[in-house]
């Protein structure tokens, strides 16, 4: 999608549209900045929070449509217990909250009080790191770079989910 | 109170290990699933007995026994004069070793069932095996397991999403859920003359979840299904077996299997696996290629022979299922003491526990952790394993420490939970 290889929704009908032609590009290449990172970018704080931020909401919210529709997403997501799982982020956030519950979903965006599963990030490099894909996850958690607790299968099914997202962007 | 402990040196091998090899720790020994993965130990420098000594000089008293292979203690004499007499005379060397036909005289002899035995090992190998043979021996295609059941890492043992694992790898696999033998049989009906085998283990011990014992009747309605359509019965007595009965656990339960696979305990932590089968089955299981270059070693199938000698000369699954008891009842006594509700499940001899105060299991991981930080190994995500070395003395120090580790969580949480 971000190397124009795809098209992120049917635009076929909907090019007249103003919005898609003109204010649309501007925000996709805006997203696009914010989501497609480097090395470079990644040197900027104020950058690395955004696009941590940015990718745990599309992550999250991935999670939920692959979950609901991808074959495989939907084998994982089967076997995942009730309960919220919360990513969190310290010192400040950002704090991201999921809810199962039978068969529906909720992404919430204020933390929760009491989740079920929670997985926590020591800082927002190692955080923006493991959701670029750029460490081992479980040297990670053995090193206690990351921390889990709770319902662990909720948070294994949730990983096995986010896996699949960049056979959707490839 | 029991001074806790660090690990520094864990920490840093860790840190070296991160660079050279994939997760640092692959696998099931990977302490990712130690939570918090910060108050459990990495390394092991040795071990006697129930214990184990990490890198940093901690000394815990082991109950997992190192994922269960440990039966007897560490470093049993017995089990080591055998090994070592077998290495100084050989150990891989061309061609078979006679030990190997004394393992296989003495599972016959020991195991009911068993007809003849077939060695590889890991538990992996044998159970796939036993999928060959029963479809060799059917000429069908599909294998019937439980939802949440674990045979092995090959790719047809693990759920689809896996990675690295085809969805086609599940194509002939069929889960089904634990002790519901109705759900079987409308398998059966959905697939006539197409079911080679049904492999399960002797209860269901799915990890991070209680563990659940055989209905009554439940054994005896999938043996009599499989005799009547032709399916062969393959019990996965890997993790139970010699922890229940010393013929395999189908003979606590009351069954007769067609085949049974035998790893972990089977040698005290030496490498070696079985497979053990009717004598209707030799002939196919003859016709299948399968090896490995190290499965004809021979100091695993003498510690073999020692260790399985040794564990019927003290009636080892009963010296087991009484220890057990008497751990797992003064451990519920004590956290009923402190307000918390510790259920165990399973035989007391290898069984999962969790304090259910907490739905989360947040509480049981801390206090898991608390008393693994003082010296009593305990993970809350597996079952645990005892073994014969796990006597009163070590049961009383094991309480101590729990002790220890309940005041620390009633003191941070007090009436929370």
């Known amino acids: 999608m971000m190397d124009n290889a795809s098209n992120p929704i049917p635009v076929k009908g909907f090019l007249h549209l103003k919005f898609l032609s003109t204010e649309f590009p501007k925000l996709s290449e805006r997203l696009e900045h914010f989501l497609k990172p480097d090395q470079t970018k990644l040197e900027d704080p104020e950058y690395l929070k955004i696009n941590t931020c940015l990718t745990l909401n599309t992550a999250f919210r991935a999670v939920k449509l692959l979950a609901l529709h991808d074959p495989v997403g939907k084998l994982c997501g089967a076997h995942i217990p009730d309960g919220t799982l919360q990513f969190e982020v310290l010192p400040d956030g950002p704090f991201m909250a999921m809810e199962f519950a039978g068969k529906e979903i909720t992404v919430l965006s204020e933390p929760c009080q009491r989740p079920s599963a929670v997985m926590q990030f020591?800082?927002?490099?190692?955080?923006?790191?493991?959701?670029?894909?750029?460490?081992?996850?479980?040297?990670?958690?053995?090193?206690?770079?990351?921390?889990?607790?709770?319902?662990?299968?909720?948070?294994e099914s949730v990983n096995l989910i986010l896996d699949r997202i960049p056979v959707y962007l490839a | 109170m029991t001074n806790t402990y660090t690990y520094p040196q864990s920490q840093e091998l860790f840190k070296r290990a991160a660079k050279v090899i994939p997760c640092g720790i692959p696998g099931h020994m990977s302490p990712a699933v130690n939570i918090p993965a910060t108050a459990y130990p990495m390394y092991t420098q040795s071990a006697k007995g129930p214990y184990f000594y990490d890198v940093d000089g901690n000394e815990f008293i082991d109950y997992m026994c190192g994922y269960g292979p440990m039966i007897l203690g560490y470093g049993n004499e017995v089990v080591e004069e055998a090994s070592a007499k077998q290495t100084a005379a050989a150990d891989l060397a061309m061609g078979a070793s006679p030990r190997m036909v004394e393992l296989a005289e003495l599972?016959?002899?020991?195991?009911?069932?068993?007809?003849?035995?077939?060695?590889?090992?890991?538990?992996?190998?044998?159970?796939?095996?036993?999928?060959?043979?029963?479809?060799?021996a059917t000429g069908r295609d599909k294998i019937v397991m439980i939802q949440g059941g674990y045979h092995g890492v090959t790719p047809w043992m693990q759920a689809p999403g896996h990675h690295?694992?085809?969805?086609?790898?599940?194509?002939?696999?069929?889960?089904?859920?634990?002790?519901?033998?109705?759900?079987?049989?409308?398998?059966i009906e959905e697939n006539p003359e197409n079911i080679a085998g049904f492999i399960a283990t002797p209860y269901h011990v799915p990890a991070?979840?209680?563990?659940?014992?055989?209905?009554?009747?439940?054994?005896?309605?999938?043996?009599?299904?499989?005799?009547?359509?032709?399916?062969?019965?393959?019990?996965?007595?890997?993790?139970?077996?010699?922890?229940?009965?010393?013929?395999?656990?189908?003979?606590?339960?009351?069954?007769k299997p067609d085949l049974i696979c035998f790893c972990k305990a089977i040698a005290n932590g030496y490498p070696v696996s079985a497979l053990v089968g009717t004598d209707a089955l030799k002939l196919d299981a003859s016709k299948i290629f399968y090896t490995g270059s190290y499965w004809?070693?021979?100091?695993?199938?003498?510690?073999?022979?020692?260790?399985?000698?040794?564990?019927?000369?003290?009636?080892?699954?009963?010296?087991?299922?009484?220890?057990?008891?008497?751990?797992?009842?003064?451990?519920?006594?004590?956290?009923?003491?402190?307000?918390?509700?510790?259920?165990?499940?399973?035989?007391?001899?290898?069984?999962?526990?969790?304090?259910?105060?907490?739905?989360?299991?947040?509480?049981?991981?801390?206090?898991?952790?608390?008393?693994t930080r003082r010296g009593a190994f305990f993970t809350s995500h597996h079952n645990w394993f005892i073994s014969t070395a796990h006597t009163d003395e070590i049961i009383k120090r094991t309480l101590e420490i729990a002790d220890d580790a309940f005041k620390v969580i009633k003191k941070k949480y007090g009436d929370e939970y």
């Not at chain 1, 990670?140 to 990351?146: E, F, K, S, Y």
């Not at chain 2, 008891?325 to 004590?334: E, Q």
């Open chain 1, 122 to 155: 020591k800082n927002a490099d190692v955080a923006n790191a493991l959701l670029n894909g750029n460490v081992d996850a479980f040297a990670a958690l053995a090193a206690g770079d990351v921390a889990i607790r709770g319902k662990i299968p909720i948070i």
């Open chain 2, 107 to 136: 599972l016959v002899d020991l195991i009911p069932i068993a007809d003849w035995a077939f060695f590889a090992k890991n538990g992996g190998d044998v159970t796939n095996y036993a999928t060959m043979v029963a479809r060799c």
């Open chain 2, 164 to 187: 690295g694992v085809l969805d086609d790898d599940s194509k002939n696999i069929i889960r089904i859920p634990w002790n519901q033998p109705q759900a079987f049989k409308k398998v």
């Open chain 2, 208 to 255: 991070f979840y209680d563990n659940e014992l055989p209905a009554e009747g439940y054994w005896q309605e999938i043996e009599q299904m499989c005799r009547q359509h032709g399916i062969v019965l393959i019990l996965d007595d890997i993790r139970h077996g010699f922890r229940l009965n010393m013929g395999g656990s189908n003979e606590y339960y009351g069954f």
């Open chain 2, 296 to 371: 004809y070693q021979a100091t695993p199938m003498a510690a073999a022979i020692a260790c399985l000698n040794e564990l019927k000369r003290l009636n080892a699954p009963e010296v087991m299922l009484k220890n057990g008891a008497k751990l797992f009842d003064g451990l519920t006594d004590l956290a009923s003491g402190y307000g918390y509700d510790l259920k165990v499940t399973g035989a007391v001899s290898l069984p999962y526990l969790r304090i259910t105060n907490d739905d989360s299991n947040m509480l049981h991981q801390e206090w898991c952790g608390e008393c």
